[in-house]
């Protein structure tokens, strides 16, 4: 088994933290350095800066949390206005995905490290929701351009729905995740983003979620995630 998921399947690390552990050398198995790639056999010994991982899950840690802006979604606890020193949950627990420092609304947070891919990887097609603010009105070429696809970051964006809220705003599902996507797809069609809020990750929703505040899922809505993220990984 690869480290990556060797460990995510630990609850403690996502595969994300896992990769910038390997690659600041804090990994070992038996006794060695860890490299990007490895394979860990049964009866290896996998040390995280010295340390054995649990050989027990944590109970698993399933919150919804409405992001205020200035928050960053990073587990690193020397970055000020992280996420994990924001939610303070007494348990460890990591953000599925990210949403930008300026912007703000719904993210997913978890000890379990398994669900991150199968979460954010676009080929499964999961729906993400943003409503938006732009810097002037929106004319029905920029709606038309959005929903076929943007050049971005060398690529063209996957086709997505947009709906026109009101002359300065409008709703977008989207079924990939590139970094700071709908902030790049305004600007190269030469809108900014004044205000960028997200509603809703899959069946998850900001429903009844002030600011600033989280929740446990409910088990019918964790259930239900939890399902659609196995029917799509099949």
Known sequence: MRINKYISLSGV????????????????????????????????TVLV?????????????????????GITCTAAREVQGNIIDFVNYPARIFAVGRLDKAS??????????DIVNKM?????????????????????????????????LG??????RIYRESECRFRIIL?????LQI??????????????ERLRIMNITLDGLERGQWRHLAEEELQNL???LDEAAK
């Open 175 to 179: 079924t990939q995740g590139l970094n």
């Open 104 to 113: 703000e609304g719904l993210i997913l947070l978890t000890n379990n490290g």
């Open 120 to 152: 954010m990887s676009s080929e499964y097609g999961h729906e993400k929701e943003y409503v938006v603010d732009v810097d002037h009105p929106i004319t029905d070429e920029f709606l038309q351009a959005m929903a076929s696809g943007v050049g971005i």
């Open 13 to 44: 690390y996502s595969r994300r933290e896992t990769n910038r552990l390997i690659a600041a050398g804090r990994i070992s198995i038996n006794g060695r350095v860890c490299e990007e790639g490895a394979e860990v056999e049964p009866g290896d």
């Open 183 to 196: 902030r790049r797809m305004c600007k190269a069609l030469g809108y900014r983003v004044l205000k960028l």
């Open 49 to 69: 800066d010295g340390q054995a991982l649990p050989e027990e899950r944590s109970e698993p840690v399933y919150l919804a949390l409405n992001k205020p802006v």
């Open 155 to 160: 690529v063209i964006t996957k086709p997505c």
């Open 226 to 228: 939890l399902t659609r």
